[in-house]
C-alpha cells in the first residue's frame, strides 16, 4: 500500500493561479502531480438539468472555482457544459462527482465512472475528486468500487478518489485493498446542529480532507437566535455566518443554492472572521444525531 503525503491546508486564503477563485486551496501530494481544492464550492443536489447550467454559470461568474454534483444528481453533464460556457478554462475549475452503486464487475464499475468522466469533460478528460457515494452497497461492492476508483486516480483520470458518507470503520476496511490508503477526501453532511466530532478528528489524524455538505442546513435553521445574533454582529446573513463557520473549521464547504443571488451572497464570506467566541457559541449547536438532515456516518 503506497503511502499518501499529508494533505497540505494553504495558511492564508490564496487564490491560486486563478485570481477569481474563491478561498483558500488545499494541496494534495501525489505519484504524479498536485490537486489544489478550492475551498468553497457549489452543491447542485436537486438542481434539476435546466437549472443546473443557470446554477453553475452564476456561481462561476462569481468566482467559485469548485462544483460539487454526482451521477445520482443526473447533472453531471450539465455541469461540464456551464464550464465549457463560462469560458474558463477546464484546469481552474475543480470538479468533485460521486459514483453510488458499481457495475456487475469491476471493469463494468470502471466504465460507469469514465462515463461520469466523459460526461463532464469529454473523452480524454479527467475529474478532479471522485468519490463512493455511499456505504449503502456492501463491502464487497465497496471493495470493488475502491479499486476502479484506484485505477482512474493511477491513470490520472480521477485527480483525487474518496468516499462520502463514510464512517471510521468504512475507511479502515479500504487498508490493504488496493495501493491507496487512506481516502484523500471525506465528504458528510456538517453544519453546527451536526458536527460529527469523531468522524472529522479522525479524518484530519489521518489527513483526509472533510467536505461538508448541507453547510447551510437547508435554511431550516435560518432564524436560530445564536446564528442570528453573530450575523448581526458582522453585518452578514445566517447562511454566510454558517458558511464562514465550515471554512475556519478547515472543511471545503458545499451550500448548495439556484437563486443566482444566493449563489453569489454565499460566496462572499472572505471580508470578515468569526471570533473565538462566535466559533464557541455555534459549536454549542451541536444535536449530535438528532441534528441529521441526510445522514450520521457509522463509526464503529
Known sequence: MAPTSPI????????????????????????????????LGLGTYLSPPELTIQSCLAALQAGYRHIDTAQFYQNEEQVGEAIRKSGIARENVFVTTKILTPGETLEATYNKCIESIEKIHGKFGYVDCLLIHSTGVG???????WLALERLYLEGKARAIGTSNFGKVHIEELKGIGKVWPPHVNQIELHP??????????????????????P?????HAGDPTVQAIAEKHGVTPNQVLIRWSLQKGWIALPKSDDPDRIRQNGDVFGFELSTDDVELLDGLDQGAAGALVQTVTND
Open 8 to 39: 497540505i491546508v494553504a495558511k492564508s486564503f490564496d487564490p491560486g493561479p486563478d485570481p477569481l477563485q474563491l478561498g483558500a486551496s488545499l494541496s494534495i501530494p501525489k505519484t504524479t502531480l498536485i490537486t489544489r481544492m478550492p475551498q
Open 139 to 145: 463491502k464487497a461492492k465497496r471493495k470493488q468500487m
Open 193 to 214: 446542529w451536526h458536527q460529527q466530532r469523531e468522524i472529522v478528528q479522525y479524518c484530519h489524524e489521518n489527513g483526509i480532507v472533510v467536505q461538508a455538505y448541507c
Open 216 to 220: 447551510i442546513a437547508r435554511n431550516q
